[in-house]
């Protein structure tokens, strides 16, 4: 079993940054970020690899963050962190951190992942 713990989300200006924060109790393959805004579909955020490096260093970003949202890791405290700058009204959603333990599947599927935070608050206001 894995633990994420969330933490970061609150309310921004439209143009403003806010950094999440996600802490996994162990080792993972894979973390990822979703969001998810009331009658929407999860959507992939960002993603990148965890592990112990097997070839697979690869960052992924969702198309409507890129250029705007940083994903990185530290390994030592098996953390992920999202730093997200020019937020966007359209950015307002609940943020999860996920993680896999093994690699296989597409990034942005949220099925493919077997652990959840249990969710951050983002609002972003004009």
């Known amino acids: 079993q894995v633990q994420l713990v969330e933490s970061g989300g609150g309310s921004v200006q439209q143009g403003g940054s806010l950094r999440l924060s996600c802490v996994a109790s162990k080792l993972t393959y894979r973390m990822t970020w979703f969001r998810q805004a009331p009658g929407k579909e999860r959507e992939g955020v960002a993603s990148?690899?965890?592990?112990?490096?097997?070839?697979?260093?690869?960052?992924y970003y969702g198309d409507s963050v890129k250029g705007r949202f940083t994903i990185s890791r530290d390994n030592a405290k098996n953390g992920v962190y999202l730093q997200m700058n020019n937020l966007q009204i359209e950015d307002t959603a609940t943020y999860y951190c996920?993680?896999?333990?093994?690699?296989?599947?597409?990034?942005?599927?949220?099925?493919?992942?077997?652990?959840w935070g249990q969710g951050t608050q983002v609002t972003v206001s004009s």
């Open positions: 990148i690899f965890t592990g112990i490096s097997d070839g697979d260093d690869s960052i």
């Open positions: 996920a993680a896999i333990l093994r690699g296989g599947g597409a990034w942005d599927t949220p099925s493919v992942y077997n652990y």
